[in-house]
C-alpha cells in the first residue's frame, strides 16, 4: 500500500459525478479542523485503497476510510462524515435510528440515479490550486 498520510480520514469518492462533486466541494468548505483528504474512486490511488481494504471498485458508493482504523460505506460513511463536520450536519446522525439496510436503500436509490438527476462529467474533476493538498 502507498504512504497515507497521517492522522486523515480518507473520502473516496465518483470523481464525474456531479452531485458527487458538489458534495465533495461542500465538505471541503466546511472541514475547519483539516481532517479530510479525497481522492476519486477512479484514480490509482483510489482503486489501491479500494484493493487494500477489500472492497470492489465500486463507483455506487462513498468510501471513508480511516487508516488502520476502519472505513466505512454507502449510508454508514455520509454520517461518520456529518458527524466530523459538525454544525446542522450533525443532525444526520438520527440516521443511525434507522436500519442499515433501510438507510442503504435510499442510498442506493440515490446512487442509481445520481447521472440521470445530476449529469455527469467527461473527466474526474481536476481540483484548483487552493483544493490541490486536500487531494491525493
Not at 466505512?72 to 434507522?98: P, T
Request: glycine share 6%; charged share 25%; with cysteine.
Amino acid at each position: 500500500m502507498v504512504d497515507l498520510p497521517k492522522n486523515k480520514k480518507i473520502i473516496l469518492f465518483d470523481g464525474v459525478c456531479n452531485f458527487c462533486n458538489d458534495v465533495i466541494n461542500k465538505i471541503i468548505a466546511k472541514d475547519t479542523k483539516n481532517v479530510f483528504v479525497f481522492a476519486s474512486l477512479q484514480s490509482e490511488i483510489g482503486q489501491k485503497i479500494l484493493k487494500h481494504i477489500g472492497l470492489s471498485n465500486d463507483l455506487d458508493t462513498i468510501v471513508l476510510y480511516e487508516p488502520g482504523i476502519a472505513y466505512y460505506v454507502k449510508s454508514d460513511a455520509a454520517i461518520e462524515i456529518a458527524k466530523q463536520i459538525g454544525g446542522i450536519y450533525s443532525l444526520l446522525r438520527i440516521g443511525n435510528l434507522l436500519p442499515r439496510r433501510l438507510r442503504n436503500l435510499t442510498y442506493d436509490y440515490i446512487a442509481r440515479n445520481r447521472y440521470k438527476w445530476y449529469g455527469k462529467k467527461d473527466a474526474c474533476m481536476i481540483p484548483t490550486p487552493e483544493m490541490k493538498a486536500k487531494f491525493l
